[in-house]
């Protein structure tokens, strides 16, 4: 079914409410297995109904911000979920004292269960006041990034149109965009100041009133950490300042020589040639067609998936006025539809999108037929594998995007790929400075910032554009205001990939059945094990990002004539 036809339908709260609750009932005093299997089976049509509508609202009011309609379906679940996630754990917990709980791990797997057990730390009807005020803080946020519209090069740009000029080839034209971005972020530096400063001080309560010390561990509860820990996650981060950093300044020094520089300023950063970066030829339709072409030579699966995509108008790329900035993909359970959310502006990123948003939707269609929703969602550090391992195997296509640019497209993603890691791990160290002393004041925080991007970032130069050069560069970055601890997810999927793009560079084939096996798995298995079951390296084992950045730095000295 095509998306604009899919019908939308605020959920009846007191129907929902007398469905869940009934369901909840049935389970308590069912008699035998297969009827307690049924019960769950409905719980699952009825959380498909919400999930969707859900989508639906969010994907219509992200088009277009300033459509009141769909502003206030976005209020209304920014303001109902924490209630409806109360009925589904009041079913999640009569399931799992069913009398028949031992049968149903045996069926449904011991991770089902697990997960349950996490989102019962993660959630209690206490908190639902404090989630809803979150929720309405996050919505504010993105709106108001939503709503720049800055004055440049005779036209009117939005914040995802300006990007595309930060990374020019002209420095003046970069610095200059640069100006504009932190310009408008300093127009609002106090909202957006109060806004986080509420967001701390909301999530910290929340912590509270469970019982936690701080945020960091309801934080970790609430992205569904079924396999690591926060020390773990810090093995990670100490792994990649040892390992790691000393690669991406060495190879930061050649980006500088190629563009004539001394050192890097910030707004030199993503212009990694002299005569400009790689960019698609073509319109946007004929990316899209190329992208047909792509997938339908890769695999026969990923042929059926973008036929799908673009035949039902699952996507919407373009960006224009009153969108909201970013991309995304989600996924409309009920229509068992992937939907890609983006914003063209005429850079390289234009084809990521065909191939990091196309990865999670790729994974969504082909679990899109599993009945239980839980175990068709891993979690999202799986989910960025698929995304971020996907724009390694579109390498072999790129001649359909770049032409005579595609070696220099291979030479910018693969440098991009990894000085990306440093950056995750600074938001992520940042996030656990932030909620482990939630009393600092903005100026702290700014600071704490600063002194990150210094030790992970010591190649670049922030001075000379004020927002930035005082720290502010985190209020530009949405994950730190809506999704807590989610950015560590990218870094540990970026190391999946880069593996996964060794294997494609021995054996394209062979490393594509691998890559498949890896998202048919979906939900049914930790990171952790699903990484091991791949005969991948954790990114938690000393030596990963050692082994990673050796074999990425002899390509690119190999492929030095490509630049």
Same mark, same amino acid.
């Given at each position: ?5 899919m ?6 709260e007191e ?5 869940? @609750?009934? +369901? ?6 069912c008699?035998t ?5 049924? +019960? ?8 498909s109904e919400?999930q969707s ?12 911000t300033? =459509? ?21 754990q ?5 399931l799992m004292d ?11 797997g ?5 997960n ?17 005020k979150?929720?309405? /803080? ?5 709106? /108001?990034?939503?709503?720049a519209?800055?004055?440049?090069d005779?036209?009117t ?10 990374e020019?080839?002209?420095?003046? #034209?970069r610095?200059?965009?640069?100006e504009? @971005? ?5 127009e609002h ?9 509420e967001?701390v ?9 469970? *019982? ?8 970790y ?14 093995v ?35 212009? /990694? ?9 073509g319109?946007?339709?004929?990316i899209?067609?190329?992208?047909r072409?792509m997938y339908?030579e ?10 799908y995509m /673009?035949g039902?108008g699952?996507?919407?790329v373009?960006s224009?006025k ?12 009920k229509?068992?539809?992937p ?8 850079t390289s ?6 191939t ?5 939707a ?15 969602s ?7 594998c698929?995304s ?6 579109a ?22 790929a ?15 400075? #932030? !909620?482990e =002393?939630?009393? !600092? ?6 600071g704490?910032?600063l ?9 670049l ?5 004020p ?14 205001y ?19 793009w ?11 059945e ?7 798995k ?12 791949? *005969?991948?390296d ?13 074999t #990425?730095t ?7 004539t490509?630049?």
């Amino acid at each position: 079914m095509k998306f604009s036809e899919m019908k939308y339908q605020r959920p009846d709260e007191e129907v929902v409410q007398v469905k869940y @609750t009934e +369901l909840a009932d049935s389970v308590k005093g069912c008699k035998t297995l297969e009827k307690t299997v049924d +019960l769950l089976l409905e719980h699952e049509k009825l959380l498909s109904e919400y999930q969707s509508m859900e989508a639906i609202a969010y994907i219509r009011h992200s088009v277009d911000t300033t =459509n009141e309609a769909y502003e206030k379906e976005q209020e209304f679940f920014d303001s109902y979920s924490p209630q409806f996630e109360q009925l589904r754990q009041n079913f999640y917990k009569a399931l799992m004292d069913s009398p028949f709980l031992p049968q149903l791990k045996e069926e449904l797997g011991e991770l089902f269960f697990k997960n349950i057990e996490i989102s019962f730390k993660a959630f209690s009807p206490e908190i639902i006041d404090l989630i809803q005020k979150e929720n309405q /803080l996050v919505t504010e946020y993105q709106k /108001l990034l939503a709503s720049a519209q800055i004055e440049f090069d005779g036209k009117t740009l939005n914040l995802s149109q300006l990007r595309a000029y930060q990374e020019d080839a002209d420095e003046k #034209v970069r610095k200059t965009a640069y100006e504009k @971005t932190g310009g408008f972020f300093n127009e609002h530096s106090q909202r957006l100041d109060e806004i986080y400063d509420e967001l701390v001080r909301i999530r910290t309560e929340q912590a509270a009133r469970l *019982g936690y010390k701080n945020y960091v561990e309801l934080g970790y509860y609430r992205m569904q950490r079924n396999c690591y820990t926060p020390e773990m996650v810090k093995v990670f981060r100490d792994q990649t300042a040892k390992d790691l950093i000393p690669v991406i300044d060495l190879i930061k020094q050649n980006q500088a020589k190629r563009i004539g520089k001394k050192s890097l300023k910030l707004y030199d950063d993503s212009c /990694l040639f002299l005569n400009g970066n790689p960019k698609p030829k073509g319109t946007p339709d004929e990316i899209l067609q190329n992208g047909r072409k792509m997938y339908r030579e890769m695999s026969k699966t990923t042929g059926e998936f973008i036929d799908y995509m /673009l035949g039902n108008g699952l996507m919407d790329v373009l960006s224009k006025k009153g969108k909201a900035g970013g991309g995304y993909c989600t996924f409309i359970p009920k229509y068992k539809a992937p939907y890609i959310f983006a914003n063209f502006n005429g850079t390289s990123g234009d084809v990521d999108v065909l191939t990091h948003e196309a990865g999670h939707a790729f994974a969504a269609y082909v679990s899109k037929d599993m009945e239980i929703l839980e175990s068709a969602s891993p979690t999202l550090e799986t989910c960025e594998c698929h995304s971020m391992s996907m724009e390694f195997f579109a390498w072999p296509w790129q001649e359909l995007f770049f032409k005579e640019e595609a070696s220099k497209y291979r030479t910018m993603h693969l440098e991009s790929a990894l000085s990306f890691i440093p950056y995750g791990v600074l938001v992520d160290e940042f996030q656990h400075i #932030v !909620y482990e =002393n939630p009393e !600092y004041t903005p100026q702290q925080r700014k600071g704490a910032w600063l002194e990150l991007e210094k030790k992970y970032r010591p190649y670049l130069d922030l001075k000379g554009i004020p927002f930035f050069e005082n720290g502010g560069g985190y209020q530009r970055q949405s994950h730190i205001y809506s999704s807590p601890f989610y950015y560590i997810d990218y870094c540990l999927a970026q190391t999946i990939a880069l593996q996964f793009w060794i294997k494609n560079q021995e054996d394209h084939g062979k490393a594509f059945e691998s890559y498949l096996e890896f998202v048919e798995k979906a939900g049914t298995e930790t990171y952790v094990d699903i990484v091991k079951d791949s *005969g991948l390296d954790s990114p938690f084992e000393d030596g990963t990002m050692k082994k990673i950045s050796e074999t #990425v730095t002899m390509w690119l000295k190999e492929n030095e004539t490509a630049q």
